[in-house]
């Protein structure tokens, strides 16, 4: 899939708000040493992009005629609606090893019936060739007990791709289910009074 983009003239917060009012993402294309170009892409076709490729979508992009090939490294978002509000274009070449992440998913499973599986890691950083991106980690947890835990290791890597996290971090666990409380209550408990000192009665 290819876009095609238009140089930007404006720059700056109220520029950038006119281009999205007008069906436009401003985005910014750098790489390879390159004086990093300003430009603006169509939002529906970015945000289909995204849909069909992930985030991680490799594709070509038009400026002016010249193309080149492009990999989406980064994507910003309003906080509230979730809205495309600019993306992060890098350059790149056909065999070039780039640096990715990758988001993991668990695998649990309907048999469970103790504890609780925690993910303590949702992606991993790797190295691999723009036409060998995976779109996913999957990692299976059904077999795990209370107590026990999964790490980077443990994923199941391609030959041909670096992993750059670190082997040992967890990224799942299974802890077990947390007690609810209960307050203890005795029937008839009374709540006695302070003692007063100092105010005895006299005698006469």
Sequence with gaps: ????AELREKTGSGASTRDRNEGRLPAVIYGHGAEPQNVTLDSLEVGLLIRDQGENAVFDVDVNGKKQQVL???IQ???IKRQLLSV??????AGEKITVNIPVVLEDGPSRTLGTVEQHLSEVEVKTTPNNIPSEFVLDTS???IGDNLTVADLTIPADI???T???YTVASVAAPQAEEEEETTAGDEVSE???????DEEE
């Design 1 to 4: 899939m290819g876009l095609k």
């Design 72 to 74: 989406l490294k980064g």
């Design 77 to 79: 978002r309003s906080a």
């Design 88 to 93: 992060d274009l890098q350059t790149i070449t």
């Design 143 to 145: 077999s795990l007990e």
């Design 162 to 164: 670096e992993v750059v």
């Design 166 to 168: 670190d082997p040992t």
């Design 194 to 200: 302070p003692e007063v000192i100092g105010e005895a």
